[in-house]
């Protein structure tokens, strides 16, 4: 699963291109960047984070889209009660609606 350009907002000005740190992406000058190695993808974030228009989505992969639940391994501790929130929130942001 591939990170997804939302033509009609993106202005071509090639940050996704630059900050990927697995050079998935191709880019030509005044063109929408084009997704040429989905595979990849470490899916890191980093196109999303760093799109000035939110013109980049990541759809992850199931398994990445599970957090742990309460049910199955008991409360977290105090510290890592916020960090799982974090997460949760994270892949709510990455994901496709």
């Given at each position: 699963m591939a990170p997804i350009i939302d033509q009609n907002l993106c202005h071509c000005c090639g940050i996704c291109y630059d900050i990927c740190p697995q050079d998935i992406f191709g880019f030509q000058e005044n063109e929408i960047p084009t997704v040429d190695y989905p595979e990849e993808c470490w899916y890191c974030g980093a196109c999303v984070l760093d799109?000035?228009?939110?013109a980049v989505r990541l759809r992850l992969p199931l398994p990445m889209r599970i957090v742990p639940s309460p049910a199955?391994?008991?409360?977290p501790g105090a510290g890592q009660a916020a960090e799982?929130?974090?997460a949760a929130a994270f892949s709510r942001s990455v994901t496709e609606s």
């Open positions: 799109c000035p228009v939110e199955n391994y008991g409360e799982l929130r974090k």
